[in-house]
């Protein structure tokens, strides 16, 4: 997959967790959310790729790693999006 993939993995996820979160929807405009989200989202897959490689857990192009990366970034964006409504 490479590390363009996982930085459009990352992308898609964050996009996708912007789009779906309630404060969005509910018509609350926060300044920073989208950018907030996608950078989360990134630096989620960038660092579950990295320890996973690091860790030898997977190797590029594995269905785990797409998997690992997509739900450590859905984690990531959840986590800062919460931190973020608390303000």
């Given at each position: 997959?490479?590390?363009?993939?996982?930085?459009?993995?990352?992308?898609?996820?964050?996009?996708?967790?912007?789009?779906?979160h309630p404060l969005r929807r509910s018509g609350a405009k926060r300044?920073?959310?989208?950018?907030?989200?996608?950078?989360?989202?990134?630096?989620?897959?960038?660092?579950?790729?990295?320890l996973g490689n690091l860790t030898g857990a997977f190797h590029d192009?594995?269905?785990?790693?797409?998997?690992?990366?997509?739900?450590?970034?859905?984690?990531?964006?959840?986590?800062?999006?919460?931190?973020?409504?608390?303000?």
């Open positions: 997959m490479g590390w363009p993939g996982i930085v459009f993995l990352g992308l898609v996820v964050g996009l996708a967790g912007w789009w779906l300044a920073g959310g989208f950018w907030l989200a996608l950078a989360a989202a990134i630096l989620g897959a960038v660092i579950a790729k990295m192009g594995d269905s785990l790693e797409w998997l690992t990366c997509a739900l450590i970034a859905l984690a990531a964006v959840t986590v800062a999006a919460g931190l973020a409504a608390r303000r």
